[in-house]
């Protein structure tokens, strides 16, 4: 791992992320990130932990407020226990499937968070070529609120200055790239609200390659292609 | 002191080592030891210990999110669900790492998303499951959690002793798993209040683990 990132996100997206209220394409973003960042690890750590003081506190909470629970009848421990034995071979092929996941994928991808590894297994990228220092893949992510790709920017590629109309996360997968306020490096999370504007270029020694998941309907495409509207189109997947 | 909100020390009596189980022992630590003997040796009465402590605890956290009569037979087979995943991956519990109620925690917050995934028009598509995005965090990373028996008191405790308005916003977020946006508009208050508050209850929590995380 080259550098300890800089750019986290947001302590109230986190905590959407443990709560599990976050968008799924948003906590894929999230995801990536952590890949690379033991500082969010740790905190994600913490506020599981604090959802599960909360949670093992619920059953009192619950009683005291509503008898609703009452109402319905736990499952019964024999009939779990029969399904699970049932079950148990099931488990252990699954598994396997998982590993192999990693051997349908060219080595260059290796190293990326495992569920991007596990996206571009199941649909591997069709790279469109948008300028000359530019590329976009789009990554089936099954959902329908954001359009979820990478984008390729060539060392040394500029991207001309744009705003931003839809929220925008973007997570730094490989190489780096600036714009006027800072230098983005492998893991940086930057989440990018309509009306931001801002003009990347790709450092000039490495490719850049970064995740993008931004709010559809998409109409312009990512951080570096949305000036481009007229000529592609992110279709969320 | 709020003592009505306290559990009553339960006591597995079904668990063969008994005397393991000291006086002093805390609910934490109880839980715990069944999980790490569960992962062990599958042991069944383990198991039953967990399943009869966790499964209203469960009830409670999807009835939250499921409020309806409709939704009882579901809530029923999610909470089978989460006590498969528990017998199943018992064995990767640490308990080093993440308290038993955590680590039940992350498994019926993902055995939640799982079936609102499913319940969603796009349940056709991939194979990402909700495991790939929400890895067993405590797993990979450097932190090593604790395991002060007071952890889960004092954050009890500081609950209470937060606001009323901010205990309810937390509340919400963590366990009916709503947005902040949907929070915002559920109590009709501005987006950048609920924000505000989650930030300021998370902190308060927080600076308990956080003190306790510094100390060597």
């Not at chain 1, 349908?104 to 300028?131: D, G």
């Not at chain 1, 309509?194 to 020694?205: Q, Y």
């Not at chain 1, 970064?210 to 509207?229: D, H, Y």
């Not at chain 2, 009505?4 to 079904?14: A, D, G, Q, V």
Request: neutral net charge; proline residues 5%; contains cysteine.
């Amino acid at each position: 791992m080259n550098a300890i990132p800089q750019h986290h996100p947001d302590k109230n997206v986190l905590v959407e992320f443990v709560s599990g209220s976050l968008d799924h394409a948003q906590s894929i973003a999230v995801s990536a990130h952590l890949h690379y960042c033991a500082h969010c690890r740790n905190k994600v750590a913490t506020l599981e932990h604090i959802g599960g003081t909360l949670f093992s506190l619920s059953e009192s909470a619950d009683q005291k407020n509503n008898n609703q629970s009452s109402a319905l009848s736990s499952p019964c421990f024999d009939t779990l226990m029969s399904r699970i034995e049932s079950n148990e071979q099931k488990v252990t092929t699954q598994k396997s499937e998982t590993e192999q996941v990693d051997h349908l994928l060219p080595p260059k991808y290796k190293t990326l968070p495992s569920v991007i590894r596990k996206m571009l297994a199941n649909s591997p990228p069709s790279w469109q070529r948008v300028t000359a220092s530019l590329s976009t893949a789009n990554l089936v992510a099954g959902q329908s609120e954001y359009g979820v790709s990478l984008q390729k920017i060539s060392a040394g590629g500029k991207v001309p200055q744009h705003d931003h109309r839809g929220a925008e996360m973007t997570v730094v997968l490989k190489g780096s790239f600036s714009d006027e306020d800072n230098v983005y490096q492998q893991g940086d999370f930057l989440l990018k609200n309509p009306g931001d504007i801002h003009r990347p270029r790709a450092s000039s020694n490495e490719d850049c390659l970064c995740l993008s998941v931004e709010q559809a309907p998409v109409k312009l495409t990512g951080l570096f292609t949305r000036w481009l509207n007229p000529f592609i189109r992110i279709n969320p997947a | 002191m709020t003592v009505h909100l306290i559990r009553s020390p339960s006591t597995p009596t079904k668990a063969k080592d008994k005397q393991k189980m000291t006086s002093q022992t805390t609910d934490i630590q109880i839980w715990n030891d069944h999980l790490v003997r569960l992962g062990k040796e599958q042991n069944r009465d383990s198991f039953k210990a967990l399943f009869d402590h966790f499964s209203p605890l469960l009830k409670s956290y999807f009835i939250a999110k499921f409020p309806t009569q409709q939704s009882y037979q579901m809530i029923d087979e999610l909470i089978q669900e989460v006590m498969i995943k528990v017998w199943n991956k018992s064995s990767a519990y640490d308990s080093n790492k993440a308290a038993a109620s955590t680590w039940i925690f992350t498994l019926a917050r993902n055995t939640r998303i799982d079936m609102l995934r499913r319940q969603s028009k796009h349940n056709n598509t991939t194979s990402i499951e909700v495991e790939d995005i929400w890895e067993d965090i405590t797993d990979n990373g450097p932190y090593t959690f604790l395991t002060h028996k007071r952890d889960e008191e004092r954050i009890r405790e500081s609950l209470l002793s937060l606001p009323q308005e901010q205990q309810t916003v937390i509340r919400k977020v963590y366990m009916e798993a709503k947005s902040h946006t949907e929070v915002a508009a559920e109590l009709k208050l501005p987006l950048g209040t609920v924000k505000s508050r989650v930030r300021l209850a998370q902190k308060k929590l927080e600076l308990l683990l956080v003190d306790d995380n510094l100390e060597p």
